[in-house]
């Protein structure tokens, strides 16, 4: 059974009823982000039930000695990890002397949780009675500001019900905090000093090992019936990593007295002094004002769904599931700066480290380059060229020469931090992820610019790794790679995975391609390249040999590339012939068990086919869907998505809508039962793609958009917007007709089902 107490909502998330058992699993439904900072939603008050604490600001990371029974020469020394921040929501309550506990309390009531999509704004009340007989009503308004993005805002109200109240509010900035997943035991942050000022409050504290340095601040005022009390802290508690103020307020019966709470973090990737820039951001916000906050808020995220938002008609969990996935992927990464990255988990947990992984070229450049400008997908591209050097660096300590170039599983800096041994050496394949996104760039922008300027150096590097990784059988008489792990990691140490093999031979190919076409058409960049990597035609010709004469292992009694050399060894029992009390057997087997099982984790040969998927007929795809799909156990979230767009493009609609709606409702309905540490944040990515690429058959080919529309029986419709080289174009496909207009200055050709369309700007197409 998945979870099913999200209650249906075409804009919002609503949890009705307060159940101990779920509050870790909403902490991270509820969770909230603006791009440079994002918090999992622990309450503000003071809660001795089982609760993840999680606040963390983006590009702020430690290096956690790895832990590994066996040291393996080449390992990493660390895995690095995005940090719990310090907590700048805490407010301890008093109410008749007694603390407000949600555990404790005799009875809650009325418990809702809703988090706003449209506005960006989590909202949660209750009604409790205390141990003392003392009845209350609670609401509580939170958000992190788009505009100021290192201010975040709470408001909470208290109104006594059955008798006048003493409230004390106790608000604090805390930095004595740790993370779940410290390998060590250690503390990760390193208080230098702790100020206040009339109602302001001040934590600052140093990571050690990294120097980042934080400022986590706080202002309060207190309201009675809406009306400021222009009060300062009856007390204030300080030690070396904590200040606490306490205001109290007497509320009569029926009265509403409340605390508004500006917090957040100054950091010093920004910031010389963040101590000052942390008062400045106080004197804007209080410059603002709560109320405009709230409104500018809404009007930001108005302007991000205007360009971002799915309509889906006539089916609420699938609607709400969509927009869940694009909200929270605006949440995590918004494009502005190029030193930042989307991790798996964006800002909802700790799992995978919150670092960069090869789902970022994968699956997020895509959703990022149709919803933003193509600086935000440029940006993201950049991002690995400046860390191109740690690439050569990762290579090199595995013994590759020359400018070998091997992208990290996970970093934070470029340099690799992921430890274990099948996936740190063995999972390669994310070079070609790299590659492939510079590609897709160009193919969707149109923008060459990017290749000559950076994008052939990363190609080079990714293109001398792949000739030295690959090895001469003369027993095949072809090029092999050996010892990998591809996608599906239910198989390690593998030789011969179709699809690193059939990524290892495009990604030569495809650099060789752009050598000789910035040698004609850019000459100057040409020369200054290969003076910089010292590349001569001998080497080129060596890695075409590479290339031209690599083996994919192929079955000719199931007519399918082989996923590797021995899958046909493996007892080839299907998924749906395993006991569901089995399932998910990554949580019931042993790893041995998984390893020797046929049971896949996600497309992997089908991986292949989703990248390159006009290098192979219609009747391959079917053939190999067919033959795969029956092992795939969908235990990765990457993993509906890509199944989701193949169904659809194979006309199987009534699999694709199920493969949509595990996608959007991946974490809404807990499918992998493990939500509560956080969600997945860059498989959203692929629910959208399932839409627009799945559903809407949206492809670029020789630079214009093709559409193949096809609808799940459940819709009555569905739109999209694409922003195709600035021009912003609106797809809308209902059972018997596909609708577009154009906002934009020039006609633009689109071509639906094969047959060329004339797209005039500002007037409506219905084909």
């Given at each position: ?112 949780r809703e988090l706003n999509m449209k506005e960006g704004i989590y909202y949660r009340s209750f009604n409790a009675t205390l141990q003392n007989g003392t009845e209350i009503s609670v609401k509580v308004t939170r958000f ?604 633009i050709a689109v071509f639906v089902n094969g047959k060329e369309v004339q797209v005039e700007p500002n007037c409506l197409v219905t084909v």
């Amino acid at each position: 059974m998945n979870q099913d107490y999200i209650k249906p909502d075409n804009w919002s998330i609503i949890e009705e009823g307060f159940e101990i058992e779920r509050v870790k699993s909403s902490e991270s439904l509820f969770s909230i982000g603006n791009g440079a900072m994002g918090q999992r939603a622990n309450f503000e008050e003071y809660y001795s039930g089982k609760t993840f604490q999680g606040s963390y600001i983006a590009g702020i990371y430690y290096p956690d000695k790895t832990k590994v029974g066996w040291w393996k020469n080449g390992y990493p020394e660390y895995f690095a990890k995005v940090l719990n921040a310090p907590n700048w929501i805490g407010i301890d309550i008093e109410i008749n002397g007694e603390n407000l506990d949600l555990a404790k309390c005799q009875s809650v009531a009325n418990f809702k949780r809703e988090l706003n999509m449209k506005e960006g704004i989590y909202y949660r009340s209750f009604n409790a009675t205390l141990q003392n007989g003392t009845e209350i009503s609670v609401k509580v308004t939170r958000f992190l500001s788009l505009d100021l993005d290192e201010l975040g805002v709470i408001n909470y109200e208290i109104t006594p019900l059955n008798g006048d109240a003493s409230i004390v509010f106790k608000p604090y900035v805390d930095a004595g905090v740790h993370n779940e997943d410290a390998n060590w035991e250690e503390k990760f942050w390193e208080p230098l000093n702790v100020q206040s000022s009339g109602n302001e409050g001040f934590v600052t504290a140093r990571t050690f090992k990294t120097h980042f340095t934080a400022t986590t601040f706080m202002q309060n005022t207190i309201l009675l019936e809406d009306n400021s009390l222009n009060v300062t802290p009856l007390n204030i508690e300080k030690s070396s990593d904590k200040i606490q103020f306490s205001y109290e307020v007497t509320a009569s019966k029926g009265q509403t007295a409340s605390i508004q709470k500006f917090g957040g973090y100054t950091v010093s990737l920004n910031h010389d002094d963040t101590q000052i820039a942390a008062e400045k951001v106080i004197e804007k916000a209080l410059e603002i004002s709560y109320s405009n906050l709230v409104e500018n808020q809404k009007k930001a995220w108005a302007k991000i769904w205007e360009m971002s938002d799915i309509t889906i008609d006539g089916d609420v969990k699938a609607q709400q599931g969509i927009r869940f996935n694009i909200f929270q992927l605006n949440q995590t990464y918004l494009g502005k700066d190029s030193r930042l990255n989307i991790g798996p988990k964006g800002f909802t947990g700790e799992k995978y480290g919150g670092s960069t992984y090869w789902d970022t070229e994968a699956y997020c450049i895509p959703f990022y380059m149709a919803t933003k400008d193509q600086q935000v997908a440029r940006n993201l591209l950049t991002y690995r060229y400046n860390q191109l050097d740690k690439a050569i660096e990762n290579a090199a300590k595995l013994g590759f020469k020359n400018g070998a170039a091997l992208y990290p599983m996970v970093t934070m800096n470029g340099e690799e931090c992921h430890n274990e041994w099948e996936i740190t050496f063995e999972e390669i394949h994310r070079n070609g992820a790299i590659a492939f996104a510079i590609f897709n760039y160009y193919r969707f922008t149109g923008d060459y610019s990017y290749i000559p300027e950076k994008g052939l150096e990363v190609l080079i590097g990714i293109a001398r790794f792949w000739y030295q990784r690959a090895t001469y059988s003369t027993y095949r008489n072809q090029y092999v790679i050996l010892g990998v792990t591809g996608p599906n990691e239910y198989e390690n140490n593998v030789n011969n995975n179709f699809y690193t093999n059939y990524v290892a031979k495009w990604c030569i190919d495809y650099a060789m391609e752009q050598i000789q076409k910035v040698k004609n058409e850019y000459a100057s960049d040409y020369s200054r390249i290969m003076s910089k990597v010292a590349l001569d035609d001998a080497e080129i010709m060596h890695w075409k040999k590479v290339a031209d004469h690599m083996y994919f292992p192929y079955s000719e009694e199931h007519g399918v590339y082989l996923q590797q050399d021995g899958f046909l060894d493996k007892e080839l029992v299907k998924v749906h012939d395993l006991d569901r009390s089995q399932r998910p057997i990554n949580q019931k087997w042993s790893w041995d068990r998984i390893l020797r099982s046929p049971y896949i984790k996600q497309a992997d040969t089908l991986q292949g086919f989703y990248f390159f998927e006009d290098h192979f007929s219609r009747e391959q795809l079917e053939k190999h869907f067919d033959f795969y799909e029956p092992f795939t156990v969908h235990e990765s979230s990457l993993s509906p998505c890509v199944h989701s767009i193949q169904a659809a493009v194979l006309g199987r609609m009534e699999q694709a809508y199920t493969f949509y709606l595990r996608t959007s409702r991946l974490d809404l309905d807990d499918y992998n039962k493990e939500v509560e540490e956080g969600l997945h944040i860059t498989s959203m990515a692929g629910t959208w793609m399932s839409i627009v690429e799945g559903f809407g058959g949206m492809r670029v080919k020789n630079n214009q958009l093709h559409f193949e529309p096809r609808i799940p029986k459940e819709w009555n419709g569905y739109s999209f917007k694409i922003n195709f080289r600035n021009q912003i174009l609106k797809i809308s496909v209902h059972q018997n007709e596909t609708k577009f207009t154009l906002e934009g200055n020039n006609p633009i050709a689109v071509f639906v089902n094969g047959k060329e369309v004339q797209v005039e700007p500002n007037c409506l197409v219905t084909v």
